[in-house]
């Protein structure tokens, strides 16, 4: 490569400013009908690769910095539960091309990403090599395919995420590793949050934090803990529902409207009444930044509009932005001399 050509990575990157990663794609992509709620394994990478191809240009046109590969949930044991184990590899390396693909035509980030093995099983023995043994196949495929550097997340066991980090490691790569915290403000072993975030920087993550699992009302004042804890780059990407202490994680969220879930809860197909709107994604944002996060994102049940507000409130304009809310022109609530008087003067009876 020529070094005029040279592309900043994710840490040179982290050294000038704020870094975005949008993720969010199982929520998202269930929403326009490509995906099942319930195993959530991302076989659209294989059925329908344009609509994925099409949400990463989506979210990196709306501010993502990083194009991260789709293979959450597409490890061995999710494929093992609905039977299909033989599209292990087709389906990492599918999810791979596709992201590498807009990465490249974006300049962004190309990311791979590993999560909760759901096998693992602190004090087992068995289970942490049945987690190693996930996590090396699919950061074996990653890093064949080039990616700038590895996400481990969504690990509610510190434990699994220290084995993560370690296969990662062994890469050479960055590693970008992010716990998923519910409703005790602790792992599954019981380690509090800043210091199992400690744990994973002094084992060498170059980032560390929260994602998933918490909103932003309840994940704020868990990062307001870790960042004194540790001295590399933390991490926020909380989904974007209205948790609060009483209900901390989006499962533990309870519709007094409506109870007649299939689940018997409102997670994780009937959120709709509890999402937060792009402002209060801006004002996380600049309340998160404020306490010193590096790393930025939106999880499950993200859309663009949530990324693009979140690069609004960090002091950018991506491209999206040329779409944002102007509503000096509204017929009725705008603000321009040639609009009809009538129909302003009835803006208080809409």
């Not at 609905?82 to 389906?91: A, D, M, Q, V, W």
């Not at 296969?167 to 210091?195: D, M, N, Y």
């Not at 993200?302 to 102007?326: C, F, Q």
Request: charged share 25%; with cysteine; glycine share 8%.
């Amino acid at each position: 490569m020529n070094p005029s050509d040279h592309r900043p990575g994710l840490l040179e990157r982290l050294a000038e400013g704020p870094v975005i990663c949008a993720e969010g794609y199982l929520f998202e992509l269930e929403r326009r009908g490509y995906l099942q709620a319930g195993a959530f394994v991302p076989e659209v990478v294989l059925e329908h690769p344009e609509e994925v191809t099409q949400l990463h240009r989506q979210f990196v046109h709306a501010g993502s910095d990083v194009v991260e590969a789709f293979t959450y949930y597409a490890h061995r044991e999710k494929l093992r539960i609905i039977g299909k184990e033989e599209l292990l590899e087709h389906i990492n390396r599918q999810a791979l091309a596709l992201a590498r693909e807009v990465a490249e035509e974006s300049g962004a980030l190309f990311a791979g990403d590993i999560c909760n093995t759901n096998v693992y099983e602190s004090g087992d023995d068995g289970t942490y090599q049945q987690a190693r043994s996930m996590f090396e196949e699919q950061v074996g495929w990653a890093v064949e395919a080039g990616v700038d550097f590895i996400i481990g997340e969504t690990f509610s066991y510190a434990g699994e995420a220290l084995i993560g980090l370690d296969v990662i490691k062994q890469t050479g790569l960055p590693a970008v590793i992010t716990l998923g915290v519910h409703r005790a403000p602790e792992t599954r072993e019981g380690w509090s949050v800043p210091e199992a975030c400690k744990r994973l920087a002094d084992a060498g993550a170059d980032v560390v934090g929260l994602n998933c699992i918490r909103g932003p009302k309840t994940m704020l004042p868990l990062l307001q803990e870790i960042i004194p804890a540790v001295d590399v780059p933390v991490a926020a990407l909380p989904v974007p529902y209205r948790t609060h202490p009483e209900e901390p994680s989006f499962q533990s969220l309870r519709d007094p409207a409506f109870e007649d879930f299939p689940s018997g809860i409102p997670f994780p197909t009937a959120l709709d009444p509890f999402t937060c709107n792009r402002h209060e994604i801006a004002a996380f944002t600049r309340e998160a930044r404020d306490l010193g996060v590096g790393y930025f994102g939106v999880c499950c049940g993200a859309s663009p509009h949530h990324i693009r507000s979140m690069a609004e409130a960090l002091g950018r304009t991506p491209p999206a932005s040329r779409y944002s809310a102007d509503m000096s022109k509204h017929a009725f609530l705008g603000t321009d001399p040639t609009l009809r008087r009538q129909n302003v003067e009835y803006k208080s009876e809409l």
